[in-house]
């Protein structure tokens, strides 16, 4: 390529940050892409870090989004176990920490975050794990084992995924959450209950209202027991799951706008219209939300890497227009959501008879009459259309909407 050819450099090797290179070749943008992060490891998808890997059943290329020559033939400059120092946007270079400078016509933030450590002594503990990453996971995986005591540290969807496999690997689990109830940011209480009796049915010990106070050491400096309001639970492995930092340092340093992420309007561009910012570090402008928010979800950071490969490529930029959705495999139970349940003044429940023994329902959420947010449980192919409904905020008669003899496609063909 010659000196004219404009340069995307991309900070971030994730899935949000590889996804916008691929997207950028796919729109047929003829520039040099550089795509650098920190880890090692080729672009992964995470998910699976807290599901299938953690339990066995899943390997290391099978996480990748490309394997290596997919990255060259798309030529995509992959470099690796490199860290960016600085952002120079007068001179529109990133230096990084092995010496190198690159210029840059566009530069993609696609940092995400950090895992949120627990703020106690003894929260760096050998035996204690934090799961973010493929050496996370892989450290947490050989310590599983049948007999081992886990806790968990953290009511979330990731901490519950991880009590999830830690059961399937033989260990005995205790899931201690410090709100009055699981899931309480995430997730509206009637599904968060069901996660609850779930996790209880498979034998894990949930205690709610309980927070930890500290960890008791050994000599070795391993946590041996976990000191939860007035109880003492011995352990041989803390897992901690309790919330995600994003990093924000380097485009604060640059004079980016941040607040809870790197402020980014609906097209994923930041205060500086040449530096961009996708994925778990932005904060950005929803318009089918109509509000800002910071989402850590794969789906939403495929969709803003897409938009900002449009603006990179010099399209017309479209916003995401689609209501955020996710998913979650705990034990028989595959969850998917979509939408925003904060705000819904009604939940209508949509039953079916249980498949082999696996709960099978949905969860709709209304607001002034309007769907705003689906829940799904082992009905991915109700689904899709579960998401249109959200997509239309459609008003829909809840008595159609609980009758699992009407389906949702019926009720969607009626809306025109």
Known sequence: MSEATPTTLILGAGQAGGETALALRQLGYTGRIVLAGSETHLPYRRPPLSKAFLAGQADEASLLIRPADGWE?????????????????????????DGQTVHYDHLVLALGGRVRPLPIPGGDAPNVYYLRNIADAQRLRDALAPGKRVVVVGGGYIGLEVAASAVKAGASVTVLEAAPRLLARVAEADLAGFFATLHRENGVDVQVGVGVTALEQDADAKVVAVMAGDKRLEADVVVVGIGLIPNTELAQAAGLAVDNGIVV??????????????????????????????LESVPSASEMAKVAASVVHGDAPKAVATAPWFWSDQFNAKLQMVGMTDGHDAVVERRLPDAQGAAVFMLFYLRNGAVVAAASINRAQEFMAARELVGRRAIVDPARLADAATPLKTLLAELG
């Open 73 to 97: 033939k798309a030529e995509i400059e992959v470099r690796l176990g490199v860290t960016a120092t600085a952002i120079d946007r007068a001179a529109h270079t990133v230096s990084f920490d």
């Open 265 to 294: 309007d609906e097209f994923a561009r930041t205060s500086d219209p040449a530096i961009l910012a996708v994925g778990d570090c932005a904060h950005h402008a929803h318009p089918a939300l109509g509000r800002r928010i910071r």
